[in-house]
Structures are given as C-alpha cells and as structure tokens.
C-alpha cells in the first residue's frame, strides 16, 4: 500500500486553513488544561490522596486534542490506561475526572474505576482500558457498530507503541480491512513501553505503521508535536473512514517526559536525562504551538499567561472539589454489575446475583 | 536464619534453580533489564546474562505458548506474568495447550513449566489488574497451583514448582513481596500438596490460602486476646493438589471451620472445601462449614472501599462469633 502523500506545510491544509483565531487558541487552552490537570494530579497522588497506579499523559498533549478537535457527532473514541488527556480532550471536566483520581463517588466512573478506566459514552469515550491492546477489537466494535446503523462515522482508536505487539489487534486489522470497517488505530509512538525501548520490543523496517500494508490497509506516520500535522494527517484517515469506510493505521511520533507510571522510578536508566530535557526543549508540543501562535500573531504573551493561569486554577479547583467529595458506600461495591440488578427488573430479581 | 523478604526469597530460588539446571530460563516483560516490574528478579540478568534471563515484548499468547511449548522440548520455563490478570490474554495456552497436551498425547509430551507473577486485590488498580484465577485455574485438571503466602513458602515452594513436570500455576501477592519472614540459608524444598499449620489451636479450624492466611493469624490472634477463643490455622499453600488429610484433621480436631480467601465466592477454591467437609467431616462437625471471600464484585478503585471488598481479621473474628 501507498503511504498516503500530504503536503509538508500542514498549516496550509485546508483543515488548517479554516481554523479561527479562536479555534487556536482553544487547542492551547486543551493542551495547558492536560498539562495542568496532570501536574495536580501528580502532586496529590505523591500526597497520597489515590491509590493503584498513575500513568501521566504529559509530553503527549497534542496528539489528543489534535485528532479529537476532528471529531464529529458520529465520532467515537477509545484508548488504554493512559487516558486523561483524550478525556479532557473529549470534553470531560476536571471535577469528575480529578475525583475518580480520588476514588470519589463524584468521579467519572463514581470511583470505581481509577486512572486507568475513565468513560464517558455521552462524549463518544469509551475508555480508559487497563489491559494492553484490550481496547482494539473494541474500537473495532465501534467501528462495526456505525457501519452497522447506517452512521457516518468512526472510531479513533488510540495505543501505545508496545501494545502492537498483542494479538487481538492484528486479528482487528484483519477484520477492518476484510470488512471495510471506519476504525482509525492511532499508534502513540512514546518509543517506550514501560522500561523498554521501542527497537527492542517490535521488529520492523521503518516504523510500526507499515505492519498495516500486509492488511491491506492505509498507513501514515505523522510527527506529533506539531499540531497542524497530527489534525492534517488524522483529517486523511477520518475521509477514508467517512468517505470509503476504510481503515488507517496512523503512527504518531511522541514523547512522554515522565516514567510509565508514576511508580517508574528507574525511568532515567533506560533513558537518558538528556534525551528528555532535549524532548523537553526542542520538541514540546505545547510550546511549538505557543511559539506558532505567537509567530501567527494569534497569541500574546499575556494572553498565554491567562490561559495558562486559569487552567492552573481549574486544576487545583478540582483538587478541592475531590478532596470535598465523599468517598463510594459500602454498598455501592455491588451496585453497578449488573443491569438488570441494578433496575430490579424482573430479570434482576430472578435467581441470586451475588453469592456472599 | 535470615529474616528476607518474600521477594527476596523468590528470587534465591530462581537463582539457585538456574545454577542447578541449565535447562531453566526465566522469560517476561521487563523482567531482565528493568530488574522486573516488582523487582523480584533484580540482578538476575546481570548475574545469569540474557540466554536464562529475557526480556519479552507485550505479547502474553505468544511468549507462554512459546514457553509451553519449549517446556515440551525439556526446557524449564520460568514464565513470568507482571500480573496474572494479564493471563486472561494467553488463556487458550495455558489452559488447551499447558494443561491437556500431556493428556491428549496420551502422556507423551510432558510440560515442565511454571507460570508465575502476583494474583491479587486490595491494591487499587481496578477490576482488570486484581483478578485471583487461582480458583478457575486448578478447575483445569493438568495444571497445579499454588498460593504461598510467606516468605519461606515461596522460596520452597517454587524450586519444588521448577522442578515438578507438569506446568504449575503459581500465584504471589505484590501486598507481600516487601513482608519479611525467617527463611534458612541451607536450601530445602517444600512439596506441592502439602498445606501447613500455622496454628494450633482447639476450638475452630481458619483454613485459607495466600494472603487470606496471615488475615487467618491475625484474626486468630484477636480471637484469643479477646474473645478466649483458640483458633488453629491451616494455610492450604497448595490448591491442586490440595492436601485434604490436612484440612480433614484439623477439622476433626476444632470441630467447626470457617473458611477464608480473597478470591470470589462463586465456586472460589473454598466451595471445594466446603464440598469436602461435607462429604468427609459431616460427622465431626459442630456447626455449619461457614465461609467468607472478597465481596461478590468486580475490585473497586476506590481505596477507601477496596480495603473492605477483601476479608479483613475483623470479618474473621465476626463470622467465628457468630458460630459460639
Ligand atoms: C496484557 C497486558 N500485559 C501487560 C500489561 C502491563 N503493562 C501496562 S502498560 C505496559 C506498557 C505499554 O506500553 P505502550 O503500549 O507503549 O503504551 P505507553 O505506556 O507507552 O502509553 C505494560 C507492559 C498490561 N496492562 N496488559
Ligand atoms: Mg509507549
């Protein structure tokens, strides 16, 4: 298969060209509100404010706000663990996100899931999926799922570069292409997985992407920390979803500044404190967005500082609203397995449920 | 005697096991040159270098049913899966291929591999990381299973596992790999099959396995500060084989066994006791066979709540009173 030919200068395509001013500056609010988000978030979880694990997004921000300003009603969304950023992204607030951090009832799952599973099926997001590689035949599913009622639509399904390496997502690869089914995989090439790099746990000639060719399905590599790119590129694949309802595998090139999890201590033996200062400085996506913005003359430095501070204040309001929220009830353990249970509808008060 | 840690002793028994055999290679994620994802194979790769100590992609099916399947060429695999939730994954390997190719080759082919990692709760990682298979697992005739729950039963227990020919399921608990308990320097073996008593005492039989045992001690404990109640504890160790001469005297002895697991109640390791209690002991028993599991739901986040879904020594003692 072709890899797909753009135009180099990605501000110019025509999913740039129409952007307004205040489109722009909305992508940076959405990349500080991560950023922000994530930094309060880390310094609670360091409190010991929340349990489990906590995997930061931040060094990644463009690429989730970049695919999901794209989106449109019939779009849909799914990603692993790692999955603050495309919540916030989809436009879950802080409040609910920062309590599920929390454990909180008030939290986007009422406390039930953690960092690793947050959902909102009212903004088209479906998770927040702990098992690696888990969610690709779901997005898959979603994908079906349009096709199936007529909708003109797709799903953006989202994985890390070491989820590739699971079965299940090359069966769904099969599928996709087999049955002309509108799924975008979206690879976060963050060139780790967990302690390992990228050359040492996937065999390949030049990149992840290109598995997709022996599928028969369209592939792209796009550089995440420009945002012009990543909406230009994901633009392509959402018109083949839309258009053809054909599959794409794109492959997005980015970096995460902090460890696996916040528990990764040993995250700088297997990689070098250089590597993420240069990450850092040369290639943030948040910061080559504000220098373009500047350049652009759509941003002041003032106006970045106000953006900036208010989705810092946003965040340490969440903080003290999850701090404020009460924690689940005991009973509430065993409410949300079932439906039918839940209801007591007849079903549900058929035969015993729960056996303690 | 040494006081090390339960991760500690595992990994003096994955060292010693690859000194005496070099037929033993130890394979996972991370486990090689990020010293492993819960440390407990730290240093192994420096010491045995990358031939016995490998570092494997994401890739569950591929790797187990790649070490089921050199375990049938004589090789000893020492797989390890970062949690035995990811199992789910390489579900087919290890129940088609680990647990019935001796059966159907009609005992040709034997599998001498051990699959090993932690399998439990109360850690706040959510319903898809706390899973406790031990349960669904020692269902599968073919494979063995076990579930130490101190430091001197998992050193023990995995160099008789290594060297046991049929592919054992062994199960560790990341709330214990920091706990310290006395482990000797002389090596020494514990046989699969074989459950320990950890307590002796008159008047009740607490019979659990992993972490739910030392809930069991501690419970006992309580109960004899302050309620005169001797408990005895019978710490299963193994759940298939399951050492039912073990469970059949202490109960013979109490007179009354209340059982304790982490797992799920439905059909969890304990409602085969049950069912053997029933069966053997109808006569010796004073009162009904009385169990208490996790609370029947997926693991809460919630960190707060999750401590309560698991059975705490206070549950023990409460289900113990509620028998005199
Ligand atoms: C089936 C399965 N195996 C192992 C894990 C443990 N695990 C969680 S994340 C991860 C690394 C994944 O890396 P990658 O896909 O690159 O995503 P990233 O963390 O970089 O976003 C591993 C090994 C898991 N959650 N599920
Ligand atoms: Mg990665």
Redesign the interface.
Known sequence: MEQTVTAPDFASSPINQSLRPEDKLRFLREMLRIRHFEQAALKQYSAGKMGGFLHLYIGQESVAVGTVSLMGSHDHVITAYRDHGHALAVGMSMNECMAELFGKVTGCSKGKGGSMHFFAPDKNYWGGHGIVGGQTPLGLGLAYGLKYKGLKGAALCFMGDGAVNQGCFYESLNLASLWDLPVVYIIENNQYSMGTSLERSSAFRTCLAERAAGFAIDWDTCNGEDLYEVRAKAQVALDRAHGQSRPTVLEIETYRYYGHSVADAKHKIYRSEEEIERYKQDHDPIRLWKARLLTEGVLTEEKYEELDQASRTEANESVQFAEESPIPSDESITEDVYFEVDRQTTAGRTGRHFFN | MALITYREALRHALAEEIQRDENVVILG??VA???G?YKVTEGLWKKFGDKRVC?T??????FIGMGIGASMLGLRPVMELMFW??A??AWDQIVNNAGFVRYMSGGLINCPIVIRGPANGG???????SHTPENMLANIPGLKVVCPATAYDAKGLLKSAIRDNDPVMFMENTLLYGEKWEVPEEEYVIPLGVADLKREGTDVSLIAHGRAALTALKAAELLAAEHDISAEVLDLRSIRPLDEEAILRTVRKTHRAVLIEEN???CGVDAQISSLLMEKAFDDLDAPVLRI?A????A???????V??LPRPTDVVAKVLSLF
């Open positions: 994620e991370e040159e990020y010293d994802a570092d992609p994401i890739s569950e099916a591929a939730s990811f789910t994954v850690t706040n990682v959510g319903a898809t990381h799920k109640p439905f599991s609370i029947d739901a997926p809460i986040y919630s960190p707060k709540v999750e309560k879904q």
